[in-house]
């Protein structure tokens, strides 16, 4: 039972490189949502979309894009990578949209920028 | 707003100790509230839930109330075990906002 799925698991970037992070979900699930995980911060929401066509800022969108391919498929792109932007990586998933219930998490993606 | 606090880490406890991580909300109306444990190099799971006022929820001996008098859902766990050491996140499903975390705390413990 794969549940959420992301790729790459690591990458190693330069600054101003341009990368995308895939994640996949095979629960049928309606909203979608991009995290990141840094020390002392917690988890904080990057983009969320609540269903397939509608994607929505979150606490930290700038210098990310996303993409909801499809119901199963939401992308994160860095366009230009900065070194602010080495951290933990997170994609989740849940049936519905807010106050629906719980969140299904990926693996995470360890992303370094030099 | 709506945000969650959880007391800072880390904890450091023997094997068989008695574990409290203390989390408090604020939110709009009244929320779900969730427990996710995240062990060394993997995403969060979940641990417990509880999705309205004096709900209990409960799962591999950890147990958490939902007390809307004081806005709190406090993490405790009788005896800890090695298995145990992990960084546990306190979570608010408002009905406003998506999923509003805590910060985290790490445990540690020792044998």
């Known amino acids: 039972n794969a549940g959420v799925t992301q790729t790459p698991k690591f990458q190693v970037l330069k600054t101003g490189q341009s990368m995308t992070l895939q994640c996949a979900q095979d629960?049928?699930?309606?909203?979608m949502y991009w995290y990141r995980q840094d020390p002392g911060m917690g988890l904080r929401l990057i983009y969320y979309?609540?269903?397939?066509?509608?994607?929505d800022k979150g606490e930290v969108p700038n210098g990310y894009n996303v993409s909801r391919l499809n119901k199963r498929e939401f992308s994160l792109r860095l366009e230009s990578a900065a070194p602010s932007q080495t951290s933990v990586y997170f994609c989740?998933?849940?049936?519905?949209?807010?106050?629906?219930?719980?969140?299904?998490f990926g693996e995470g993606s360890r992303l370094t920028v030099l | 707003g709506n945000s969650v606090t959880q007391m800072e880490g880390p904890v450091t406890l023997s094997e068989e100790a008695f574990l409290t991580i203390n989390c408090t909300y604020t939110?709009?109306?009244?929320?779900?509230l969730f427990w996710y444990v995240q062990y060394p190099g993997e995403g969060l799971q979940l641990l417990l839930k509880?999705?309205?006022?004096?709900d209990k929820g409960s799962n591999k001996g950890f147990e958490a109330t939902y007390r809307k008098e004081t806005t709190s859902f406090h993490l405790e766990k009788g005896s800890v075990q090695v298995s145990d050491s992990a960084v546990y996140f306190c979570?608010?499903?408002?009905?406003?906002?998506?999923?509003?975390f805590g910060k985290g705390t790490r445990l540690s413990v020792i044998a």
């Open positions: 989740a998933s849940r049936t519905g949209g807010r106050g629906t219930g719980e969140l299904f």
């Open positions: 629960m049928n699930h309606n909203s």
């Open positions: 979309s609540a269903s397939e066509g509608t994607t």
């Open positions: 939110a709009t109306g009244y929320p779900s």
């Open positions: 509880a999705t309205k006022a004096d």
């Open positions: 979570a608010s499903d408002p009905r406003n906002t998506p999923l509003v």
